[in-house]
């Protein structure tokens, strides 16, 4: 992307979704009493997180220096076995996994949408590292969610 400020405005909007998601999963993670469910909605979690964290830094660093900044990806792997945002005590562990399954889609969609605007190869290679690790999110809820029907 060539206009500095609309690549901006798109990493904010990036990281204000990355942190609607990590509420709405700590919020599903506390709600659920499965433990599968609280599992997946805990490392779900922990990855948004870290997603957020990178973004932050993404943005700070175009911002001051007009530098992207490297993103080798998540080292969180699932722990082993052992209104559309608001999770309630009603919310059954399948409709929070549908909205989940949602959310992941957009994330997808809105990286997508980066990657097809952005020049520096860096920056690309970032954003699709990141779109990746969302649509494997969207694997995990998927295979979640058949096993719950």
């Known amino acids: 992307m060539s206009n500095n400020k609309e690549m901006l405005d798109a990493i904010m909007r990036a990281i204000e979704l990355e942190k609607e998601t990590f509420d709405f999963y700590v919020k599903a993670e506390?709600?659920?009493f499965n433990p599968a469910g609280k599992r997946i909605f805990k490392w779900l979690a922990s990855t948004e997180e870290a997603h957020y964290m990178k973004l932050s830094d993404l943005y700070n660093s175009l911002h001051e220096s007009g530098r992207w900044v490297f993103y080798g990806g998540s080292d969180f792997g699932l722990v082993p076995t052992g209104d559309e945002h608001q999770v309630?005590?009603?919310?059954?562990?399948?409709?929070?996994?549908?909205?989940a399954r949602d959310i992941e889609q957009r994330g997808i969609n809105l990286y997508e949408e980066m990657i097809g605007k952005a020049s520096d190869p860096q920056g690309k290679s970032m954003l699709?590292?990141?779109?990746?690790?969302?649509?494997?999110?969207?694997?995990i809820i998927t295979e979640k969610l058949e096993t719950l029907k």
């Open 128 to 139: 699709e590292t990141l779109r990746n690790e969302e649509i494997e999110h969207l694997r």
């Open 88 to 99: 309630t005590f009603e919310t059954d562990d399948i409709e929070a996994l549908q909205i």
């Open 30 to 32: 506390h709600k659920t």
